[in-house]
């Protein structure tokens, strides 16, 4: 198969469709199509949301979709190898430059005088009254950040209001206010059995904890929504609507449904693609 943006352009000029019609018909900028058919692939798009473009377009134009995606993902492949094989080699006198005598004698020169200002000038520092305690490694941040997450899961939909205080969750914390004059609590709503309830009415609401970019797609493989969502931003959709959700870091979208935390759409740092989102999700 030829390059992934020729065939798709050949096809569409086959097809006598312009390049207006498609951004109109998918949802994707001009200026994005008009790269993908000329194989220069923008470098401010994730390649996980270039590869739902590439789907998509394939789709619309009646191709098969995965030869073309796995295409693709080819293509880039090979074009990351040639890059790497174009850098070029240190030269031989750089490296006999850092060799010379006049660059050891600098380097002993330097050393000598640091060791010296630490062991006879500084040494009073090197011997605190506290206690120094080291740095968390990278590879526990998410395992703390999954712990914090669970715990306020649990606090929000565990948390028995009283009849006199309202719950508004802030940010990282919960704020317990006064009931404020006039608001009836004594009456409470009966919750439809299983049998009455349905997809419509199951609403999905996603509340970004951090900047995340995002794609939701429908059954037809339309985007309906393409953007990068910034930090508290919320987006809702009914669970009928069958969106798939595409996200580079799972870890940052909080999933409710009917306002109840269901927990994270994935782990955090996990890129996730075509996730469909049901009644019963719990993470």
């Given at each position: 198969m030829e390059f992934v943006g020729k065939y798709l352009k050949k096809s569409r000029i086959a097809r006598k469709i312009d390049i207006e019609?498609?951004?109109?018909?998918?949802?994707?900028s001009f200026d994005t199509i008009e790269k993908i058919e000329e194989d220069e692939f923008p470098e401010y798009l994730n390649k996980v949301y270039l590869t739902g473009h590439i789907r998509a377009y394939a789709k619309y134009l009646g191709l098969n979709s995965n030869e073309v995606v796995k295409q693709f993902?080819?293509?880039?492949?090979f074009t990351r190898n040639n890059v790497l094989n174009e850098i070029p080699k240190p030269l031989v006198k750089e490296y006999l430059f850092l060799m010379s005598p006049k660059t050891v004698s600098l380097f002993s020169i330097i050393f000598i005088s640091v060791s010296f200002y630490y062991?006879?000038?500084?040494?009073?520092?090197?011997?605190?009254n506290y206690s120094i305690l080291p740095d968390l490694p990278e590879n526990f941040q998410s395992e703390i950040e999954e712990i914090e997450m669970n715990t306020a899961l649990n606090t929000i939909n565990n948390l028995d209001f009283s009849?006199?205080?309202f719950g508004i969750l802030n940010s990282d914390q919960i704020i317990l206010i006064d009931k404020p004059e006039g608001i009836e609590s004594s009456a409470v709503?009966?919750?439809p059995s299983n049998n009455e309830l349905s997809d419509f009415n199951y609403q999905i609401r996603l509340k970004?904890?951090?900047s995340t970019w995002i794609q939701l797609r429908n059954e037809q493989d339309q985007i309906i929504l393409s953007k990068l969502m910034n930090i508290n931003d919320e987006y809702s959709y009914s669970v009928a609507d069958n969106y798939r959700l595409t996200a580079g870091n799972a870890g940052n979208i909080l999933v409710l449904i009917n306002d109840k935390?269901?927990?994270k759409a994935g782990k955090n740092g996990e890129v996730i693609e075509s996730l469909i989102?049901?009644?019963d999700f719990d993470n």
């Open positions: 019609t498609v951004t109109k018909n998918l949802n994707i993902k080819v293509q880039i492949s062991l006879f000038i500084k040494s009073n520092d090197l011997q605190p009849n006199d205080k709503a009966s919750l970004f904890l951090k935390a269901r927990g989102i049901h009644s």
